[in-house]
């Protein structure tokens, strides 16, 4: 299985916005097809965001369409996800994911996650 680690949550202002990065070993990244997940406090975890192998096909939850934006690069065996005009209700971990072909089914075991914390 792929090892991925996530980094660059933190807290930040309703408004603002973060940059998430997955960053992935163990495996041969630019073959996945990728996501990212979150979980808020007393909440099941969701799919936020998807993008598949190269990079051009994308897909995201409508929760955060239009805000969010999912990207990679192979070269450095990375996946990010740009959140802008965050709210208060993307307060989660968020969690990155190798995916199963053709969906939006996350692959594999689950890291630790990176906490992102919006205030009002």
């Known amino acids: 299985q792929v090892q991925l680690v996530e980094s660059g949550g933190g807290l930040v202002q309703a408004g603002g916005s973060l940059r998430l990065s997955c960053a992935a070993s163990?495996?041969?990244?630019?073959?996945?097809?990728m996501g990212w997940f979150r979980q808020a406090p007393g909440k099941e975890r969701e799919f936020v965001a998807s993008?598949?192998?190269?990079?051009?096909?994308?897909n995201y939850a409508d929760s955060v369409k239009g805000r969010f934006t999912i990207s990679r690069d192979d070269a450095k065996n990375t996946m990010y996800l740009q959140m802008n005009s965050l709210k208060p209700e993307d307060t989660a971990v968020y969690y990155c994911?190798?995916?199963?072909?053709?969906?939006?089914?996350?692959?594999?075991?689950w890291g630790q996650g990176t906490q992102v914390t919006v205030s009002s």
């Open positions: 994911a190798r995916l199963v072909i053709g969906t939006t089914s996350p692959f594999g075991s």
């Open positions: 163990g495996g041969t990244f630019s073959s996945y097809a």
């Open positions: 993008i598949k192998q190269r990079g051009i096909i994308t």
